[in-house]
């Protein structure tokens, strides 16, 4: 009986961060306040969240959080609508990815929210989650956010001259204007904030604006007029105050832009707004495990990795703050640390209700005090990030882009707008001076209009630049014949005349001028713990370090490279691998590089030939031990989504290990002495693959074909050499119903010299189930595997997803020169198949023939 593993892999999916950047609606959740006293006619006794109640062993596996805030009574004030500054009147039921929310608005059209302080991560994630226990799980992890936290932001925001709404925290309970269409919102525990957006001219607080706009509405005004600008200076103390009380999520729909006219030009300053998740704690196995593999960082007295802490920002930084220069960065720091004492940190974490105040106000301002104490090393660090890489688009107007490489280390950057006679205005839009040991690329894109790009020169750039132009013709003069490093990205149809020097991509293909505002990726690199068991190959552990480096237009990244150790307990073994991937090394083709030594590797042999006997039931009588060392180089390219195409050269050196009371030293397949000797072969291959599927993980209808050609030489014996082909195809078939059949064929063929462990081998699950693997032996090969699969949607609190049952049939044999068989194979069984959640997809097995049975375990992954 043998036990068979094998995977699949296609598309990483953590879901752990579907807490915080799943877009899926929210769907309406009942909640779970609960009033445990009336005090008087303005006030009751409340607990926020009694669900949050847990024993040792939840708050050991799954956090101990602010679970303690939630579930202590708290005296807090009753509103009606009515009266609620000055009285108000709901308009619109809404709820985000977590939080159910009631718009109001006054008399003057003026707009408030009620936003209810429990909230469901569980009803953010994808359909096929809910109702099981990850729902459950997610939404008991609410508990991570101190319930009243909100309330604590202003005092310390004003105090630095960051805007902020003023929220308030009341019960409301049933009440006339809450019946029929408003239904749902009554007796529960709400945030009540002012709702920035329009005008608010008389808010101080919000900037005193009548023009209060989204982010996206932002992004559409500063592309479509250049004398239309972001706040950078206040953008980024804003960004520098989000790290210091710990509000880690702030992508772009946590803000607000107060238009504000001076000068001829509209200055949009940020309002930061939703500050219900300060002070978040990911503590807890599970919830510090997840936080490994994903940006969250629980708040503390320090942040331990300010790039990837401020993740969901990441683009939004690079864009609104990309004229910002490290002095400035450093001095808004200053400023917030001295505008800021340690008395008033104080003062505002007394706002929060004091029977909470008790539990975890003090520690709060230890940890704010100490992050104040630090934020000049927060910006330091976090500008070192976002300035190393910096994109600077321009707008649908006419621009002149000035740059100035001044010497070995500088370089100065202007943009103007251009008149309608093409002069530029006396005064730049954008203006920063660029040191190389800061920035090591800068990206200009001319967007749209009639654009100019200038470069003066004497010396060679320091910085890469790229000059990215419009679709409509752009001009590109240089003083400089020197090989620059600034490429120009643009179609033929512009003025290079003067370009002397300035290296070019021409394409007429439109995405030569595309801007990409959330291009930016992380670079990532890290350690990642290994096991596998098979009973082929017993017990292994072991660990990779991956590093994954991005690129400019390149997908999924620029390279990536993974080393990996694996030690075998049972046997004292250990193997070492080495890949490499290069996106676009050459033209359109990826690069790839692999190595691979195994110290001891195991593969069966029971001889050569289709009617070898299986002579013993121990196993390790017909175990053939080597050492091994494989590296490869090579190219490949996917084409029209289902074509890929692969090019190699290898090379390889195999030695046979002379173990005693085993088959192969018992009967040697050519003279034994040179068996054991080490052998060492170069050669190249190609691989043609197809596949084109209805589903990843459970296909039911398409088709995959393999194809594979290579040359083998040993380079020891020059006339040795053997061309080997191969081919397999799986065919998936929809039946009535939820039946559906797969048939997998495939064949082998090689002609020419070769060692007894280069013929092609037949058995184990890939090939012939129900046989162990690499049963037989020969120079050609041929198999057939049918499956008749029964695939049902289902739903439980265990899991979501997709389960069902298969039957098996295959059949196999081998041909070698010598022997006469008409003998075909076969093995048949059963099995059953399991998808959860959709994410991946577990086929288990078991197969029987005339002489063993194996068990069989293939898994599908979305990685």
């Known amino acids: 009986m043998t036990f068979h593993l094998s995977f699949n892999k296609y598309v990483n999916s953590i879901f752990f961060g579907c807490m915080v950047f799943l877009t899926t609606p929210c769907k309406l959740f009942p ?15 409340i607990i926020a969240g009694p669900q949050y109640q847990s024993k040792p062993f939840k708050e050991w596996l799954f956090g101990k959080h602010y679970r303690r805030e939630w579930i202590t009574p708290v005296k807090v004030k009753i509103a009606y609508l009515d009266t609620l500054a ?25 707009e408030y929210v009620l936003r209810s302080i429990d909230k469901t991560f569980g009803g953010a994630l994808p359909e096929i989650f809910l109702n099981s226990f990850v729902e459950k799980m997610f939404d008991d992890q609410v508990s991570i956010a101190h319930p009243y936290a909100a309330i604590t932001i202003p005092p310390m925001a004003e105090a630095a001259s960051i805007y902020h709404t003023k929220p308030a925290i009341y019960y409301i309970p049933r009440q006339k204007v809450l019946k029929e269409e408003y239904a749902g919102y009554e007796n529960q525990l709400f945030l009540f904030e002012q709702r920035p957006d329009e005008n608010w001219e008389e808010a101080e607080n919000l900037g005193s604006s009548k023009n209060i706009i989204g982010t996206d509405k932002l992004f559409e005004n500063l592309f479509e007029r250049n004398d239309r600008r972001p706040d950078q200076e206040l953008f980024v103390k804003s960004r520098l105050f989000d790290m210091f009380i710990g509000d880690w999520g ?13 000068g001829g030009k509209r200055i949009y300053k940020p309002i930061p707004r939703d500050r219900d998740q300060v002070y978040t704690l990911f503590d807890g196995v599970l919830p510090s495990l997840a936080t490994m593999m994903s940006h969250q960082q629980t708040f503390d007295y320090t942040i331990k990795n300010v790039s990837s802490y401020n993740f969901p920002a990441r683009n939004l930084d690079r864009l609104v703050a990309n004229e910002m220069t490290a002095d400035i960065w450093l001095q808004k720091a200053k400023e917030i640390q001295e505008s800021i004492p340690d008395d008033l940190i104080e003062k505002a974490i007394q706002q929060l209700p004091p029977e909470v105040f008790l539990i975890s106000g003090p520690e709060i301002i230890a940890k704010l005090k100490s992050r104040k104490s630090q934020l000049q090393n927060f910006a330091r660090d976090y500008y070192a990030v976002i300035s190393r890489e910096v994109d600077i688009p ?4 006419n621009e002149l882009f000035k740059i100035h490489v001044l010497d070995e280390q500088f370089v100065d950057l202007a943009i103007f707008s251009l008149d309608e006679n093409n002069e530029a205005l006396d005064s730049p839009f954008y203006k920063r001076r660029f040191n190389a040991r800061e920035t090591k690329e800068i990206r200009l894109y001319g967007i749209s209009g009639n654009d100019r790009f200038e470069i003066n020169a004497n010396r060679k750039s320091p910085v890469l630049i790229r000059l990215v132009g419009g679709p409509e013709e752009d001009t590109y003069n240089s003083s400089s014949q020197a090989n620059q490093r600034i490429w120009i990205y643009d179609n033929e149809y512009n003025d290079f005349t003067n370009s002397g020097g300035l290296k070019k991509q021409l394409s007429d293909n439109v995405f030569v001028h595309q801007y990409r505002y959330d291009q930016y990726k992380y670079n990532k690199k890290g350690l990642m713990p290994l096991f596998f068991y098979s009973t082929e190959d017993r017990i292994y552990a072991g660990i990779a370090y991956t590093i994954i480096n991005q690129s400019w237009r390149k997908y999924p990244y620029g390279t990536k490279h993974r080393l990996a150790y694996h030690y075998s307990f049972s046997e004292g073994s250990y193997s070492a691998n080495y890949q490499s991937h290069f996106i676009n ?28 006997l299986l002579t013993t039931d121990e196993r390790d009588f017909h175990r053939m031990r080597t050492r091994e060392l494989f590296a490869r180089a090579g190219i490949e390219r996917l084409l029209a989504f289902y074509h890929h195409f692969d090019f190699a050269l290898f090379y390889q050196s195999i030695k046979i290990l002379p173990d005693q009371d085993r088959f192969l030293t018992d009967h040697p397949p050519f003279n034994k002495s040179l068996v054991f000797d080490r052998k060492h072969f170069g050669g190249l291959s190609f691989q043609y693959r197809y596949s084109r599927l209805n589903h990843p993980l459970l296909p039911t209808k398409g088709t995959e074909w393999v194809m594979g050609l290579s040359y083998t030489r040993n380079l020891e014996q020059t006339d040795s050499a053997f061309t080997r082909y191969t081919t397999a195809i799986n065919y998936y078939i929809p039946l009535s119903g939820s039946f559906s059949l797969r048939i997998r064929a495939g064949a082998a063929s090689l002609n020419g010299e070769t060692e007894f462990y280069q013929l092609n081998m037949l058995g184990g699950s890939e090939t012939l189930r129900g046989f162990r693997r690499s049963r037989f032996y ?7 595997q049918n499956e008749l699969h029964f695939i049902k949607d289902v739903r439980s609190r265990i899991f979501n997803g997709k389960a069902g049952f298969m039957a098996l049939l295959d059949a196999g044999r081998v041909w070698h020169p010598g022997e006469t068989s008409s003998v075909w194979h076969t093995g048949y069984g059963a099995g059953i198949i399991l998808s959860p959640f959709n994410k991946f997809s577990i086929f288990v097995s078991y197969a029987f023939s005339k002489e063993d049975g194996d068990f069989g375990l293939r898994a599908n992954f979305i990685f």
């Open 394 to 397: 321009g707008s649908l107007q």
């Open 778 to 784: 020969g120079k050609m090969m041929a198999f057939n």
């Open 31 to 45: 909640q779970s306040t609960l009033v445990t006293d009336t005090i008087d006619d303005q006030h009751v006794k």
């Open 86 to 110: 000055g009285g108000l009147s709901p308009y619109q039921r809404g709820g985000g990815r977590q939080t159910k929310t009631l718009r109001l608005w006054d008399e003057n059209k003026k």
């Open 250 to 262: 702030r992508h772009e729909d946590q803000w607000r832009w107060a238009g504000i006219d001076t």
């Open 585 to 612: 090394l050459l033209g359109k083709w990826n690069g790839n590089i692999g190595f691979n030594y195994d110290n001891i590797r195991w593969t069966n042999y029971y001889g050569i030939g289709n009617e070898t």
